[in-house]
């Protein structure tokens, strides 16, 4: 059975920076695709940044390129999030998810419990 469980959100003052971590058990992620994906009071959740596990496949949302870095470190079975110049619209829940790599995010993904990043301005 497949576990995420995140860690690192916190409060930060805007222009700050948070790391988020997720650590990954229960199968072998090779053939996997990591992902962040974020959601807001009142807003869909919506898709961060995304890397395949052996690495490439490096995707992120426009709002947050240049700022945030998606990696992954396969001896750790861990995928990490660095957040910089953090703003107050990046407040959210914060989720990490893993999927089959080229399958479908919200039909089959595997999700954590989500850790919350509070950005004040």
């Known amino acids: 059975q497949v576990q995420l469980v995140e860690s690192g959100g916190g409060l930060v003052q805007a222009g700050g920076s948070l790391r988020l971590s997720c650590a990954a058990s229960g199968r072998t992620f090779s053939s996997y695709a990591m992902g962040w994906f974020r959601q807001a009071p009142g807003k869909q959740r919506e898709f961060v940044a995304s890397?395949?596990?052996?690495?490439?496949?490096?995707v992120y949302a426009d709002s947050v390129k240049g700022r945030f870095t998606i990696s992954r470190d396969n001896a750790k079975d861990t995928t990490t999030l660095q957040m910089n110049s953090l703003k107050p619209e990046d407040t959210a829940v914060y989720y990490c998810a893993a999927v089959p790599f080229l399958y479908s995010w919200s039909e089959y993904g595997h999700w954590g419990q989500g850790t919350q990043v509070t950005v004040s301005s």
């Open positions: 890397i395949r596990w052996t690495g490439g496949s490096v």
